[in-house]
């Protein structure tokens, strides 16, 4: 069990990942009811939260006015990321997260991200000031060390620890891994392994079947587990998911009508938040997901990523319903 807002009677906790331009407040709403316990923002840049930037304050929206948000920043000075941690907790969210995981260049090349895990005394500092400027939990998600021969994931997690953070999400790579390769489980485990580690454990990297969840559990004893690309257009997934950990069987592949509903909601719960035009556009890397396995489904892709209204995106899913049986 993880002591944090929102899941402290979830046995098996599962977190939508953190993912930039896509854990919107549009898609954390669909995952959270497909059974998501807990949704993590897109990150937030430390900096640009402390000048007021109107994009920043966006992120940290609710989905609905219940949502236990958990909100993302990354950054690299302790002033500024404290100065944002109050930000944050002041905008209402339940839980703060710190990126000390993303491996962009972007980020890193500005000492953000996975560039703290070159600089352990700095990423302490910065949580240690964070976890006192608020009132809030404060967690961490990061990755295993900078390249496989400087693994720091143990001492990042005790070291973490020590300066109060509430839980550790570890994503079992190296930042030179980038995304390549397989996430390494059993790195995870050590840090379980570690008696002097006491803090609950989220696993990430790799999880996309409701197999494979269960699996992080009892063989890397992780005490909650975190899924991100595998959700992107089969937020089922959290279903099925949690169907299977509870013990039940669930095998149901969503129908073409189901589909729709879900990327007509996605549509509009984006356009009401921006722009029915940026809806649009923004839908158009979802649908391959949402779609995924229907055969027939290429032509009315192609008028998907044409089409440049609700109304024609609408249009093409009744011809989907109507011409694709399943
Ligand atoms: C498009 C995209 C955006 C991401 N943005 C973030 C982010 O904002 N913060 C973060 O901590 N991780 C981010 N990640 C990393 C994911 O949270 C996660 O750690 C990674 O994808 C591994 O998990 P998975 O195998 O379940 O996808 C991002 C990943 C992707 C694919």
């Not at 279903?239 to 509009?268: M, T, W, Y």
Request: glycine residues 6%; contains cysteine; hydrophobic residues 45%.
């Amino acid at each position: 069990m993880i002591n944090l807002p929102g899941i402290t009677d979830i046995k098996f906790p599962v977190f939508l990942a953190p993912m930039e331009d896509v854990t919107d407040k549009a898609f954390r709403k669909i995952c959270l009811e497909m059974g998501a316990d807990l949704a993590v923002s897109e990150f937030i840049a430390s900096e640009a939260l402390v000048r007021n930037s109107e994009k920043s304050f966006l992120k940290m929206e609710k989905s609905y006015p219940d949502e236990t948000l958990v909100v993302q920043i990354f950054g690299n000075s302790p002033d500024v990321m404290a100065d944002a941690a109050q930000m944050v907790e002041e905008s209402g969210a339940a839980i703060l997260d710190l990126n000390f995981g993303c491996p962009v260049k972007k980020i890193v090349n500005k000492g953000g991200g996975a560039a703290l895990l070159r600089d352990l005394p700095l990423m302490k500092e910065i949580t240690r000031r964070v976890v006192n400027a608020v009132k809030i939990p404060v967690t961490a998600k990061t990755r295993l060390g900078w390249t496989s021969e400087d693994l720091v994931h143990e001492e990042v997690a005790l070291n973490l620890q020590e300066v109060g953070i509430q839980a550790l999400t570890m994503h079992g790579r190296t930042r030179s891994q980038l995304y390549a390769g397989e996430a390494d489980w059993e790195k995870i485990a050590e840090i379980k392994q570690n008696p002097d580690f006491q803090i609950p454990l989220i696993g990430n990297g790799d999880i996309n079947s409701a197999e494979k969840a269960v699996e992080c559990f009892e063989k890397y004893w992780v005490d909650g587990i975190m899924i991100g690309r595998a959700a992107i257009g089969d937020p089922w997934l959290f279903k099925r998911v949690r169907a299977v950990l509870n013990g039940e069987k669930f095998d149901e592949v969503p129908s073409i009508k189901e589909r729709s509903r879900v990327c007509k909601q996605h549509l509009i719960a984006t356009g009401d938040w921006k722009n029915e035009y940026i809806a649009v556009l923004e839908m158009r890397k979802f649908y391959s997901g949402y779609f995924k396995g229907i055969p027939g489904f290429k032509p009315f892709k192609i008028k998907l990523m044409e089409a440049n209204s609700f109304e024609e995106v609408f249009a093409v899913f009744d011809e989907v319903e109507n011409e694709l049986n399943m």
